[in-house]
């Protein structure tokens, strides 16, 4: 079991940044990826960016030259550095860990970044 507990989102203007954190603790020895996702209002969630345990990182097209995602081992948190914000940022960003060994999700409860014009 992955326990994931985000934090750092809030308001921020509009070519602002913000770097929320997701603390996680648990069974970490077949945890794959760790990465973030997000879910603007009326819409499905989707990927922002993902981790590897080699650090391999993988963005959205729509984030890439912008954010950054990053990993601590020794605090087993992940970081999502996010710059030049845009109103279309808005939105619930989730971490998610994934174990490969049996093919479980795991996520947080999420964190809300709201980005203003």
């Known amino acids: 079991q992955v326990q994931l507990v985000e934090s750092g989102g809030g308001l921020v203007q509009a070519g602002g940044l913000s770097r929320p954190s997701c603390a996680a603790s648990?069974?970490?020895?077949?945890?794959?990826?760790l990465g973030w996702y997000r879910q603007a209002p009326g819409k499905q969630r989707e990927l922002v960016a993902t981790i590897s345990r080699s650090r391999s990182t993988n963005y959205a097209d729509t984030v890439k030259g912008r954010f950054a995602i990053s990993r601590d081992g020794a605090t087993n948190t992940v970081y999502l550095q996010m710059n030049s914000l845009k109103p279309d940022d808005t939105a619930v960003y989730f971490c998610n860990a994934y174990d490969g060994s049996y093919g479980m999700n795991y996520w947080g409860k999420g964190t809300l970044v709201t980005v203003s014009s």
């Open positions: 648990g069974t970490f020895f077949s945890i794959n990826t």
